[in-house]
């Protein structure tokens, strides 16, 4: 049975919680090629001392070494939250053909919040771009996430 955006998304999703559980921002996600996962991620800057350790990046990564190719026609990346303009830029030099994010981010989203690189007419590579897959589910984890950390502050102050 194929499974669909909502599914893909609902994966992501469980990839986020495994983040805010190492104490990381809940984001996750996922890589599809013919509706086969390629790869996985979630966000681990803090764990890993790496900034660059974005859930899309660490993604990206893995499907660029298990096809042993930096370039991923033809795939799908599900993200829980809008990338950044960093994941965004990656999605354009791996060359996927498809993103699919839950929730917008207001600041720092590089794909028609903050501003849209995945549609800048100067580059030469365009991602068809479907956003508010399961917006509500995504955007709770990480409004929740952020309310006990501030609660956790605000008791040890």
């Known amino acids: 049975m194929k499974k669909s955006d909502e599914d893909w998304m609902q994966h992501a ?3 986020a919680k495994k983040a805010a559980q190492l104490g ?25 001392n790496d900034p660059t350790a974005h ?37 354009i030099h791996a060359r996927i053909a498809r993103l699919v994010f839950g929730a917008v ?8 919040s903050a501003n849209n690189l995945l549609q800048d007419k100067q580059l030469n590579h365009r991602v ?5 897959i399961l917006a509500e589910e ?4 990480l409004k929740n ?5 501030r609660k956790k502050l605000i008791i040890t102050r």
């Open 13 to 15: 999703l469980e990839l």
């Open 24 to 48: 990381e921002v809940p984001v996750g996600a996922v890589l599809v090629k013919n509706g086969q996962l390629i790869a996985e991620g979630w966000n681990q800057p803090i764990s890993h």
């Open 55 to 91: 859930a899309e990046i660490i993604a990206i990564r893995h499907a660029a070494q298990k096809m042993e190719n930096y370039r991923l026609p033809d795939t799908t990346l599900y993200v829980t939250i809008e990338p950044c303009s960093m994941c965004a830029g990656t999605i």
């Open 105 to 112: 981010e207001p600041r720092a989203g590089a794909v028609g």
């Open 128 to 132: 068809e771009i479907k956003s508010g």
């Open 138 to 141: 995504c955007s709770a984890i």
């Open 145 to 149: 996430f952020f309310r006990a950390r």
